[in-house]
């Protein structure tokens, strides 16, 4: 079946540096990809995502690039921020109802 | 807009109880689903809707039931609540678009069986 496979965190950095949260996928036939943001006590948001190999999804300063040679997905930022802390989610979605989602990735920036 | 909405925030059952936790959303979504996190398993589908009247069995759906009787409610039913079903649980919303499905997700509800 499909599967989601994130790195395991918690990721601590401190704040301006460089993120990178990596993310690869099996799965038949070409998914769609996400990246999903939590924030403590609230629901997942979609963050960013990606349809096609080769696509880039962007959002508020996050960067993930849809690499079907590699089946991987790795979000990205070049500076990050306090309120950046949350965990972070990879997805691959085939169909409405074929979701798969990572174990989740804790991030936690320092002043 | 208030998007998804659940109530209860949280939720305290004893084994053999049944409850239902509720989900609204306002967005005339055609898709609608429950998710349960839980610590190390990332969110895991319990049961999705594509549509009023029409409901389908999602990768755990032991011990729980849905209806859809309109666009905007999709509760979930916890039949003889057991321990292993402590857990925080998702409502999600979702319509299709730009080659893919987008979902919103409720503030969750975190329910504790003891």
Redesign the interface.
């Known amino acids: 079946g499909d599967s989601?496979t994130q790195m395991e965190g918690p990721v601590t950095l401190s704040e301006e540096a460089f993120l990178t949260i990596n993310c690869t996928y099996t799965a038949t036939g070409y998914p769609?990809l996400?990246w999903?943001v939590q924030y403590p006590?609230?629901?997942?948001?979609?963050l960013l995502?990606a349809?096609?190999a080769d696509d880039k999804g962007s959002n508020k300063g996050f960067e993930a690039t849809y690499r079907k040679e590699t089946t991987s997905f790795h979000l990205e930022k070049g500076s990050v921020q306090v309120s950046d802390s949350a965990v972070y989610?990879c997805a691959s979605?085939r169909?409405?109802?074929k979701?798969t989602?990572?174990?989740?990735t804790k991030l936690q920036v320092i002043p | 807009n208030a998007g998804v909405t659940q109530t209860p925030k949280f939720q305290v059952l004893k084994t053999g109880q049944s409850m239902t936790l509720q989900c609204a959303q306002d967005m005339n979504h055609e898709y609608m689903s429950w998710y349960r996190q839980d610590p190390g398993m990332g969110l895991r589908l319990i049961h999705y809707s594509v549509g009023a009247g029409i409901t389908d069995q999602g990768e755990v759906p032991n011990g729980y039931n849905v209806s859809r009787s309109t666009t905007e409610d999709f509760p979930l039913r916890l039949l003889s609540a057991a321990p292993s079903q402590t857990s925080v649980y998702f409502c999600a919303s979702g319509t299709s678009g730009g080659g893919s499905y987008e979902q919103y997700f409720g503030p969750g509800t975190r329910l504790t069986v003891t």
């Open positions: 989601v769609s996400f999903y006590g609230e629901g997942l948001q979609l995502k349809t096609k989610f979605q169909g409405y109802q979701v989602f990572g174990t989740g």
